[in-house]
């Protein structure tokens, strides 16, 4: 059996558990983002309620990176520090992802919320189109990762208008954080054809802009990527897992 399929039952229960945790953990701080809130609250309420679920933090382990948190802001993408001297003000566009482990299997979600109660419509677009692959999922359909990324594109940048960022996107998940099959966001950069195996699970994660550009930056900060024009980002992100010829999302 390859390693990175999870066919065993006491795993893939594991592993819908850490999904389980990493997205109630995102959705529970999302809930609570408010203007002048310090990003370094929301690394501790996270810290918190990742040791409630019995889960550590993978993140921290990743590159010496430190945080169990990404929070990344209006034209970053993903990967930005949680710091404290950053701090949410009205109309921000918001992203957070988090990592759970889960006795030895791991989780992964993302979600973005505009702080506002009356966004501008391109905001409203963004955020929807981002997201509109996990609202009617066709769970039957692919038979490939490939097959997948080349809808996902069509749905976000063809009948959404938005842009799906280049070197950018999910992974293969399981014992570990990141693990085969690549899963990135444009079909062009996937050079393998990866067909859908028993018990692969992997992130979806579509990061996108409302600009022209698909490139993308490094910051000073040397985590977050910031869109190339400037514009506005956002990224969602849910588990997959196929089993019996269909795809199920976990979280």
């Known amino acids: 059996m390859a390693n990175h399929l999870i066919n065993n039952r006491t795993d893939r229960r594991h592993l819908k558990q850490a999904a389980d945790i990493a997205h109630q953990v995102c959705h529970t701080l999302i809930d609570t983002l408010e203007p002048g809130m310090a990003l370094s609250a929301l690394e501790q309420q996270a810290n918190r309620l990742l040791a409630q679920q019995q889960s550590s933090a993978p993140f921290k382990r990743f590159d010496e990176y430190g945080y169990a948190i990404c929070v990344s802001i209006n034209d970053g993408i993903v990967n930005g520090p949680p710091l ?10 918001v992203s957070i992802a988090v990592g759970s482990e889960y006795r030895g299997l ?63 996107g999910g992974c293969g998940i399981g014992k570990q954080l990141h693990q085969f099959p690549p899963v990135p966001n444009r ?57 019996d010829g269909c795809l199920t999302r976990l979280n």
């Not at 404290?84 to 566009?93: K, M, P, Q």
């Not at 979600?111 to 692959?133: C, F, K, M, N, Y």
């Not at 490094?218 to 849910?238: E, F, M, S």
């Open 106 to 168: 791991h989780g992964k979600a993302a979600q973005t919320r505009v702080l506002s109660d009356h966004p501008p419509s391109d905001v409203v677009q963004l955020l929807e189109g981002t997201a509109a692959i996990f609202d009617s999922f066709p769970t039957d359909r692919f038979s490939s990762l490939n097959a997948l990324i080349a809808y996902q594109q069509t749905l976000i940048e063809d009948t959404h208008g938005l842009t799906l960022l280049a070197k950018t």
């Open 187 to 243: 079909l062009e950069e996937l050079d393998i054809t990866v067909p859908f195996e028993e018990g692969m699970a992997f992130t979806l994660m579509p990061m996108t802009s409302l600009g022209p550009s698909k490139e993308w930056f490094l910051a000073d900060d040397g985590w977050t990527y910031l869109t190339q024009d400037g514009a506005l980002a956002a990224h969602v992100g849910h588990m997959m897992l196929y089993t």
């Open 84 to 93: 404290a001297e950053i701090t949410l003000t009205e109309g921000d566009v």
